[in-house]
């Protein structure tokens, strides 16, 4: 046999067992010529597309509009043709006739000779794995979701003893005023009563004695009114990060979540420095006026706060851990800041700052710097998630002496 | 005799409530500060009679606001006020030095007010016996 025979043979031979492989294949193959027209179409794809292929010989593969809804899979066609380029795509698809199914398409331009060319393409239903990787996802995000509640009840937790000891110092106040003021009554009583004597000696000192008693009567009025208001701050900072996030769909104002966040921690950083807000050092007493400052995000309210006690506890861990030898306080700075399309909320701290290989392991779960009995390592991850679930990102960089913690939220307004 | 009292606390309303409570006793002399330093300068410069101060304060805390009184003053009478998360903070007190302690939030400021009398009390039974100590020493 000469060698153009034998060649010929294996030529024949080759042919003939593709043209079998491609026939037999349970997946489903198409070969189109460099106009895409149809010169083969094997037995599966037949099935799946509803088509005999002697019918749809050297038609136009574009033509057949096997997908026509999704138009994602003819462009990739026509580019995978036009540009020979080899491509591979993953999409739900809607056949014409109505039926719904996922596929994993694969198109191949090969080129024959100079002059002509011909393309595969190869097809294969997914739908059982993709119903499956989605029922995974989701199981995911469930998971996630419970996370996120646990985070936040621990974080409860810890902040509880806390709130409390807030709590505390207005009760204090409050109560001893009211005392004060049943004292003050009963001295008026007497005194009202030693005016009403002729023979009174000193009428100028008990007047002057009722005076006094009367500026201190509006004295603790006014505190004890601002005493009751603190209290309700720290209630409604609870009552706002306690409740379920059902939606994320709210209008939520970032200076209020700050602000109940700081509330909520103050306890643990008020003897040991200051947190500040665009400058302003944070007060229980005082709070911004949220119509001027009102920065409007969409997004759950809990779970951005929860974001903010992530970052400030971390922030106080960090400085406690890393306390200096100069005891320098702890100072915690908001700034924020309202671009044309997003906020950025940047938190910085002097907590001595995280080594250049770490800033990004820290939000990876269950990473974590602290002691085995204070940190689980969660937060950040958290922190990272709910910044996801509103569109935005969470950033670490290095500052003087600290960290730049940058979150960033698409704006509404 | 008049007795002076130092009101130590970070929380001024704290010292308000107090003060307006305890000068209606004419008995008393209130002073008050917020910042545990100016508190050791007070009882280094002037008599001070009684301190009450609080424990949880920036900067300096009760606990070492009373180890340096105890070097200045052996005899200053020091209560300790605190919430009671930090109770056991208070004994830590009491060993140091401290000679008695009132909870926050007060229950009730006349049960403060009989703390700082029955204080007051032991220090004019004192003041008797060191007299006639000093006068002996002369």
Redesign the interface.
């Known amino acids: 046999m000469t060698n153009a025979v034998k060649s010929l043979v294996i030529n024949n031979y080759v042919e003939t067992l593709l043209f079998d492989l491609f026939s037999a294949m349970p997946i489903g193959v198409v070969i189109y010529d460099r106009e895409g027209k149809v010169i083969f179409l094997n037995a599966t794809m037949e099935e799946r597309w509803g088509l005999v292929y002697s019918e749809v010989a050297m038609s136009n593969l574009l033509d057949l509009e096997i997908y026509p809804a999704n138009a994602d899979l003819n462009r990739a066609f026509t580019e995978a043709t036009h540009g020979q380029k080899t491509l591979g795509i993953e999409l739900e698809v809607e056949r014409h006739d109505g039926r719904v199914y996922w596929i994993n398409t694969s198109i191949i331009p090969l080129q024959k000779d100079r002059d002509s060319w011909y393309g595969v393409l190869f097809e294969q239903d997914i739908s059982t794995i993709a119903v499956e990787k989605k029922a995974v996802e989701e199981d995911l995000k469930d998971r996630e979701k419970l996370l996120i509640e646990q985070d936040k009840l621990a974080a409860v937790g810890q902040l509880a ?1 806390g709130i ?2 807030e709590l ?6 409050v ?3 009211m ?2 003021f049943a ?1 003050y009554a009963e ?1 008026l009583k007497d005194l009202t009563e030693q005016l009403q004597d002729d023979n009174v000696i000193e009428k100028e000192h008990i007047l002057t004695k009722m005076n006094n008693i009367i500026d ?1 009567v509006k ?2 009025s006014n ?1 004890s009114f ?2 009751t208001s603190r209290i309700m701050k720290i209630i409604s900072s609870m009552k706002s990060f306690v409740k379920t996030a059902s939606t994320k769909n709210e209008q939520v104002n970032i200076f209020l979540t700050i602000q109940d966040a700081i509330m909520l921690v103050y306890n643990r950083i ?4 200051r947190i500040t807000i665009n400058g302003h050092v944070f007060s229980p007493e005082t709070s911004i006026n949220p119509e001027e400052d009102a920065i409007i995000v969409k997004g759950s309210a809990t779970r951005l706060t929860q974001l903010f006690i992530i970052l400030l506890n971390n922030a106080i861990d960090a400085w406690i851990e890393n306390q200096n030898k100069d005891h320098e ?1 702890i100072n915690l700075d908001f700034i924020i800041n309202k671009k044309s399309k997003f906020v950025s909320v940047g938190l910085n701290d002097n907590g001595g700052g995280i080594p250049t290989e770490l800033r990004e392991k820290i939000f990876e779960p269950f990473f974590t710097t602290k002691a085995t009995t204070t940190g689980t390592g969660l937060g950040l991850s958290i922190a990272k998630q709910i910044a996801g679930e509103h569109g935005g990102t969470i950033t670490c960089s290095e500052i003087k002496n600290g960290t730049c913690f940058m979150f960033r939220i698409p704006r509404t307004v | 005799m008049k007795f002076k009292i130092l009101i130590v606390d970070d929380e001024i309303e704290i010292i308000n409530t107090l003060t307006r409570y305890l000068e209606l006793d004419e008995h008393y002399e209130i002073d008050s500060v917020t910042d545990p330093a100016k508190a050791l300068e007070k009882v280094n410069r002037d008599k001070v009679h009684i301190v009450l101060t609080d424990i949880m304060m920036p900067g300096m805390n009760g606990i070492e606001l009373l180890e340096k009184i105890r070097v200045i003053d052996g005899l200053s009478q020091v209560i300790m006020m605190t919430a009671f998360s930090t109770i056991d903070r208070v004994v830590e007190c009491l060993e140091k030095g401290a000679n008695d302690y009132i909870l926050k939030p007060f229950d009730d400021l006349a049960e403060v007010q009989n703390i700082i009398d029955v204080t007051a009390a032991k220090l004019e039974r004192w003041k008797e016996v060191l007299e006639s100590y000093k006068n002996g020493k002369e």
Not at chain 1, 270 to 273: Q, T, Y
């Open positions: 003893a409390a000891h505390n110092t207005p009760t204090t106040y109560r001893g005023n005392q004060t004292k001295i201190n004295e603790i505190s601002d005493g008020k003897h040991i420095g306080n």
